[in-house]
């Protein structure tokens, strides 16, 4: 079983700045891709950005590429969202998301989070 805990979202104005953390625990696989994933009201859950924990190669949606950035601290077992240049359609809950390997399909994903909410003022 695999617990996955997100934090640091929150508020913020149009073209500011949000990093999301998620800490993981438990067994997991031997090389798990890593997710954020996102669901805005009245939407689909879509994929945002993924990370292979071993290689850290890493993969985006083209709605974020260039703006967001996924990375891990091993030592931590933790994953970031870095989100820059934000903007009112990027107002989600976004989850974090651990699989086998990559998957940008949410019905194929393993593990989920509970979820941390962005919210970008115009």
């Known amino acids: 079983q695999v617990q996955l805990a997100e934090s640091g979202g929150g508020l913020v104005q149009a073209g500011g700045s949000l990093r999301l953390s998620c800490a993981f625990s438990?067994?997991?696989?031997?090389?798990?891709?890593m997710h954020w994933f996102r669901q805005a009201i009245g939407k689909e859950r879509e994929f945002v950005a993924a990370?292979?924990?071993?290689?850290?190669?890493?993969y985006y949606a083209d709605s974020v590429k260039g703006r967001f950035t996924i990375s891990r601290d091993n030592a931590k077992n933790t994953l970031y969202l870095q989100m820059n240049s934000l903007k009112p359609e990027d107002t989600a809950v976004y989850y974090c998301?651990?699989?086998?390997?990559?998957?940008?399909?949410?019905?194929?994903?393993?593990?989920w989070g509970q979820g941390t909410q962005v919210t970008v003022s115009s």
């Open positions: 998301a651990a699989n086998r390997g990559i998957e940008s399909r949410k019905d194929n994903i393993a593990y």
């Open positions: 438990g067994r997991t696989f031997s090389n798990p891709g």
């Open positions: 990370l292979t924990w071993v290689g850290g190669r890493t």
